[in-house]
């Protein structure tokens, strides 16, 4: 006999969440299920993409590539703002390890297996010492700063004709194997994913979080925030200029097109679309950006337009980005159950 | 003859046309309470402020234990030991209370006086939480710190202070907006750091509190000090009572 109340709607997670906040007690496959899938999902499609070479095209891989580097920019994006800093010039640090890797390799013969970590470390360093001054600063200035640099520097590189100029340098030596390739991306992908998430629940991360909420508390205290700061640009800039570096050898080429504004405002926007203060946000909105971006090429510079349009529709409408909507909603999946199956949670 | 922790002389900071602090001198021995008073816009903040370092003065010259302070960066100040709470409390909004404590809990200072050694710092911070009179059984130390009412933000900041294990604690209207119960339980505490030893500078517009507390005040007036000793001598002045009380009366506050 079944009447309607013996039927009632359940959160699907409700299960887990009685048990525990915050430590998944599993009981039934399906829990483990709820847990797992959306992560099973993402690894799998990350292992299996760079295979499928004849199924997906030699042009999706690339689209898939740019699609990383623009992660890789959000994760670095995403750090900066958890100390405070908003970056409005993402290129920057993009453009100076594009170039050091391009300079060693083109000047001085370097594999990539010597220019990338060089060019990422040093790279580094040397976006901190730029921005050293800068962060003594409150306000907008570091935002000011950033957007400023990129342009500067290709002009003073079209100018001075310096770093190969307008022409750029060439015939760099390549990364072989596009699936090769992809892993290493995806690799650096999860390797900087997971250890932004863990540095930011630290207590060392929370530093930054403090100077992001309260920075005159957090002198108070007696930290030296300048020099915190200096720490998270360092930190932040890692991804960015292995970004540039990566692709300086992916186009075997190195010029003035990496200060591009591009590479500042897709990672913005991919986090203003997924959601900042999360990591995984940029990430989830650069995947859906990027293709989205390739099939608009036909638009040409309209595609700015688009971009905007997103920009306005999801600050405004969605302002805590994909990634925290969607993880609400499922944490919601409500389903039927028989009240037999809820009398045995 | 004890040496003064403290020797504040001659101190002087415009804003503007304002003379915030004009001229202002005073010393402090170890474990000496002082109690700053005087009407709103007096520079008493603006006085704390440049004992922290947050603002630099145009003249004059801040010793701490024979150190020359003036001028110093805030956060190397702290460092040395003087620790400050604000007027205005301000939490780190998106961090639940007890985390609120872990970074001055792990600040350069008490790492050093910890001797390097961590222990549990989220136990740390509860326990603190405790002694400024959060219910550790209470739900309160977890919630987010945005959400906190008035009294136990003051406490917190007071909280934020002692994790320092400064010399001089220097405290700006810490009673202000906590209720008569909230006072009543820190009094005992601030009477308790005292007895450790502590140096004590507290801004305040509650009177009767202050004067459990401080061993003397300094009445300010224009940024100028216009009165200085034992609070039943101090508050007897013409020039103190036209000036403080007078307007303590009219403003009703
Ligand atoms: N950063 C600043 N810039 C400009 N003027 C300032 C600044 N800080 C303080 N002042 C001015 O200096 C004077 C003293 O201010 P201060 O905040 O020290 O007074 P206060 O005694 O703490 O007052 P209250 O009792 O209202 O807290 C005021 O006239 C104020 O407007
Ligand atoms: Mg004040």
Redesign the pocket.
């Known amino acids: 006999m079944r009447t309607n109340l013996s039927h009632r709607k359940e959160r699907i997670d409700r299960g887990i969440k009685v048990r525990s906040d915050d430590i998944f007690v599993l009981a039934s496959m399906r829990d483990l299920l709820y847990v797992i899938l959306p992560k099973a999902i993402v690894i799998l499609a990350m292992l299996i993409l760079p295979l499928l070479k004849d199924v997906v095209g030699m042009y999706w891989l690339n689209v898939l590539v740019t699609t990383l580097v623009v992660i890789l920019l959000a994760l670095s994006w995403d750090l900066l703002a958890s100390a405070g800093l908003v970056s409005l010039g993402q290129a920057f640090f993009f453009g100076v390890g594009s170039y050091i890797a391009g300079y060693l390799s083109f000047k001085f013969g370097w594999s990539p297996l010597f220019t990338i970590p060089t060019a990422t470390l040093v790279g580094s360093i040397i976006c901190a010492l730029f921005l050293y001054p800068v962060l003594r600063l409150r306000g907008i200035y570091f935002g000011l700063i950033t957007f400023a640099l990129p342009l500067l520097l290709a002009r003073l590189i079209e100018a001075t004709k310096v770093l190969g100029g307008t022409e750029g340098m060439s015939a760099l030596p390549p990364i072989p194997g596009m699936t090769g390739k992809l892993y290493l991306l995806m690799f650096v992908v999860l390797l900087t994913l997971f250890g932004f998430r863990r540095l930011i629940s630290s207590n060392y991360g929370l530093v930054f979080q403090g100077i992001r909420d309260n920075d005159r508390a957090v002198i108070a205290a007696g930290y030296n925030i300048q020099w915190y700061k200096t720490q998270a640009v360092f930190i932040a800039a890692l991804p960015a200029t292995f970004a540039g570096a990566f692709v300086a050898h992916h186009f075997q080429f190195v010029g003035v097109p990496a200060f591009a504004m591009d590479y500042s405002i897709l990672p913005l926007t991919a986090v203003v679309v997924g959601g900042a203060g999360t990591f995984i946000g940029g990430a989830l909105g650069a995947v859906i950006l990027m293709p989205l971006s390739e099939i608009l090429r036909e638009f040409g510079s309209l595609r700015v337009v688009i971009y905007s349009l997103l920009l306005l529709l999801f600050s405004i409408g969605l302002p805590e980005g994909l990634f925290k909507y969607v993880k609400r909603k499922y944490s919601q999946i409500e389903r039927l159950t028989t009240m037999e199956e809820v009398k045995h949670d | 003859m004890i040496e003064p922790i403290i020797k504040i002389s001659n101190l002087c900071k415009s804003?503007?046309g304002?003379k915030?602090?004009n001229d202002v001198s005073f010393e402090l021995k170890p474990g000496e309470a002082l109690g700053i008073i005087?009407?709103?816009?007096?520079?008493?903040?603006?006085?704390i402020?440049l004992i922290s370092g947050f603002?630099k003065p145009d003249k004059g010259q801040i010793l701490f234990k024979g150190i020359n302070i003036t001028g110093m960066a805030p956060h190397k100040i702290v460092n040395l030991g003087i620790a400050r709470s604000f007027?205005m409390s301000r939490p780190f909004y998106n961090m639940s209370v007890f985390k609120n404590l872990i970074i001055p809990i792990s600040s350069p200072r008490a790492r050093k006086l910890r001797g390097g050694k961590y222990g549990d710092l989220d136990e740390a911070a509860i326990h603190l939480l405790e002694e400024v009179g959060f219910e550790r059984d209470s739900q309160v130390p977890y919630k987010e710190a945005g959400a906190l009412p008035h009294g136990y933000l003051k406490r917190l900041e007071l909280a934020r202070c002692l994790a320092l294990e400064p010399d001089i604690v220097i405290l700006?209207?810490l009673f202000s907006g906590m209720s008569m119960s909230e006072i009543a339980s820190v009094v005992p505490l601030l009477e308790r750091i005292k007895k450790e030893g502590k140096t004590l500078i507290m801004?305040e517009?509650r009177l009767t509190e202050l004067f459990k507390i401080i061993d003397k005040i300094i009445v300010?007036n224009f940024?100028m000090k216009i009165a200085e000793g034992l609070p039943r001598d101090v508050m007897t002045q013409d020039e103190v009572t036209s000036a403080y009380l007078g307007s303590e009366v009219k403003t009703g506050a």
């Open positions: 804003f503007g304002t915030a602090t005087g009407p709103n816009g007096s520079g008493k903040s603006t006085l402020n603002v007027q700006d209207e801004v517009h300010l940024g």
